[in-house]
């Protein structure tokens, strides 16, 4: 549930031959007009337009200190530069590990974006997958799989199509997307409640009790959910609840095995939630939303993780740093510290769309 949508292998070098117009382009967009600076946790330090705006783009991570790069190509930068950071937090890959190592050796750029494409008089045939095919020109030039980041031509990203989608097609559908997601929020500021049902967390084996019946549940969203408190100066208490919001095809109990199997060795994947279960077991609860065939669940769950992330008005790393004082929180306010989904949601444990009933959820 950390990437936004499933990755598939569906851009296979085998498919993608280079055209002139693609070569042309590799060739006379051979260097970033401009790099962007990385901050320590991955974050891009730019207020540009062009990591703003939806469009198609080739980008690229370099590390200085070797001339090692990542090529990769999406059509929603901002999301997946979100991605990115989420991964140098907890996975394991050759870009994230090099990250991690020496972060201030990194910089970010974009190779060609589709509005210099236009600028020039020159789209990329969808129908083609054009696109697809200069991501793999930019990958060859650049050698990135024998020496960078890459693990194959075509690279995978954070932006998977269906099958036989065309650029254009999956642009449509994700703006489609998008929209229900925002119509799906502004019902939830007016009729969001939470499950009453919760069930704790194991001390010991990091498990969960779940009753019988809630146990085989299938096709159903979640919240693993902390509630913390902080002491402030005199002695009083300031309450916060942060969540992880995640779907599951398979059994609830089965999905949850997973997550206890990792909550009890954090340091395999580094995922914050189940580091923070690890530690602190008494503080987790988890709750169950009952399901149904009513609504899209892929995009149900990322409207609750933009939901519960919009409304945050709680920074715990201003209160770590200092910037924030305790003392300055209400006691009788149960602030919202926002999510530890890195991503909005999306492929994880569950790859089927099924519905979650309103009637239980809002």
Request: aromatic letters at 8%; hydrophobic letters at 25%; a positive charge.
């Amino acid at each position: 549930m950390e990437a936004s949508f499933p990755i598939s292998p569906l851009r296979q070098a085998q498919n993608l031959e280079t055209t002139t117009q693609t070569q042309g382009i590799s060739q006379g967009f051979s260097t970033p007009e401009k790099y962007y600076t990385v901050k320590s946790d991955g974050s891009i330090d730019s207020d540009s337009p062009s990591l703003k705006t939806r469009q198609n783009v080739i980008y690229v991570w370099k590390n200085t200190n070797n001339s090692k790069r990542k090529v990769g190509y999406t059509d929603d930068i901002q999301n997946r530069l979100h991605g990115y950071k989420a991964e140098f937090k907890k996975e394991k890959t050759a870009l994230s590990l090099a990250f991690k190592d020496s972060p201030q050796d990194f910089q970010f750029g974009l190779m060609v974006t589709e509005k210099a494409l236009q600028e020039k008089g020159t789209t990329l045939d969808d129908q083609i997958d054009e696109w697809g095919q200069l991501e793999t020109d930019y990958i060859k030039a650049k050698d990135s799989i024998k020496n960078g980041y890459n693990k194959r031509l075509g690279g995978g990203g954070g932006c998977a199509r269906k099958k036989n989608e065309t650029n254009k097609e999956k642009k449509e559908r994700k703006l489609e997307e998008q929209k229900q997601v925002e119509e799906r929020i502004e019902r939830l500021k007016e009729t969001y409640e939470s499950p009453l049902k919760s069930y704790p967390i194991d001390e010991e084996k990091l498990t969960v009790g779940f009753s019988p019946k809630t146990k085989k549940k299938t096709n159903v969203l979640y919240s693993i959910r902390q509630e913390k408190q902080l002491t402030k100066s005199d002695g009083s208490k300031a309450t916060y609840v942060k969540r992880y919001i995640g779907m599951t095809e398979p059994p609830v109990s089965r999905r949850f095995n997973t997550h206890s199997s990792d909550a009890r060795h954090p340091e395999k994947k580094g995922y914050p939630h189940h580091r923070a279960m690890h530690d602190e077991p008494k503080t987790f609860r988890v709750k169950v939303y009952d399901s149904d065939s009513s609504e899209d669940l892929h995009v149900l769950e990322i409207a609750l993780i933009k939901f519960f992330r919009r409304g945050q008005n709680l920074d715990l790393e201003k209160i770590k740093d200092g910037s924030i004082s305790v003392d300055t929180l209400d006691s009788n306010t149960v602030y919202n510290a926002g999510v530890f989904n890195g991503n909005d949601g999306g492929g994880g444990g569950a790859s089927k769309r099924k519905g979650v009933s309103h009637r239980k959820l809002f």
